[in-house]
């Protein structure tokens, strides 16, 4: 939506130092005016990182170029452990915007359901509400990626008009309703015991005795 939209945007790779240090050049370029993404800055070598200090400071890009850093770690933590260089860290850190993990925004779960299978692939099959609630209190390690991942395999394989269960690709996400299921009768069992305990000890208190661990057994 910005001014440079239809500039150049160059992803470099800083995971990888040959990769890095190749594309540098259109750091010292400025990238025709465009957007340069700095992905995994938080795998930069140490010389990647001494490498990209020596190009930011050596010539001004802010008129020329955007450029984003992406990490997907505390970079602060990093700088503390002395693997990751304080004076870079500072250097980039003009703006900061935090994206919490999926599973800290579990209600963006059924809209991006939503929203994938109608404009990636082209799906007019519904979620069955089982599967939303299923995919809502799943774990998501791989966050929005593995969420991508399963809605595509989901589609490709569903002979149905509804997306059921079945084809999900994950054991352990339909495993995850069985745990579920578990808890709600740990937590049954739990609420019972706790219950006769309360109504052991009124008796107790009502004939003015102690209510000690053996006369509430």
């Known amino acids: 939506a910005s001014q440079r939209a239809p500039l150049?945007?160059?992803?470099?790779?800083?995971s990888s130092p040959a990769d890095a240090l190749q594309n540098f050049h259109w750091l010292r370029r400025g990238a025709g005016?465009?957007?340069?993404?700095?992905?995994h800055i938080?795998?930069?070598?140490m010389e990647v990182q001494s490498e990209l200090l020596s190009i930011l400071e050596g010539c001004s890009l802010s008129s020329r170029v955007r450029l984003i850093a992406?990490?997907?770690?505390?970079?602060?933590?990093?700088?503390?452990?002395?693997?990751?260089?304080q004076d870079l860290y500072y250097r980039l850190r003009e703006g900061y915007l935090y994206l919490p993990p999926l599973e800290d925004r579990r209600?963006?779960?059924?809209?991006?359901?939503e929203h994938w299978a109608k404009t990636r692939f082209q799906c007019s099959k519904p979620f069955s509400p089982d599967v939303i609630e299923l995919l809502a209190?799943?774990?998501?390690?791989?966050?929005?990626?593995e969420l991508l991942n399963l809605i595509k395999f989901a589609i490709a394989v569903s002979e149905r008009d509804v997306i059921i269960k079945s084809d999900l690709p994950y054991d352990e996400l339909r495993q995850t309703e069985r745990k579920r299921k578990s808890a709600r009768?740990?937590?049954?069992?739990?609420?019972?015991?706790?219950l006769?305990?309360?109504?052991?000890?009124h008796q107790l208190n009502e004939r003015n005795e102690i209510a000690s661990r053996n006369r509430i057994y």
């Not at 209190?137 to 990626?145: F, H, Y």
């Open 8 to 14: 150049p945007f160059i992803t470099i790779n800083l």
């Open 33 to 39: 005016g465009g957007s340069i993404f700095l992905n």
């Open 42 to 45: 938080d795998d930069a070598s």
């Open 70 to 85: 992406a990490s997907s770690c505390d970079l602060r933590r990093k700088c503390s452990e002395n693997t990751f260089r």
């Open 107 to 113: 209600e963006d779960i059924p809209l991006l359901i």
């Open 137 to 145: 209190d799943a774990r998501w390690p791989g966050n929005i990626r």
């Open 185 to 194: 009768e740990i937590s049954s069992e739990t609420d019972e015991t706790t």
């Open 196 to 201: 006769a305990i309360l109504s052991a000890v």
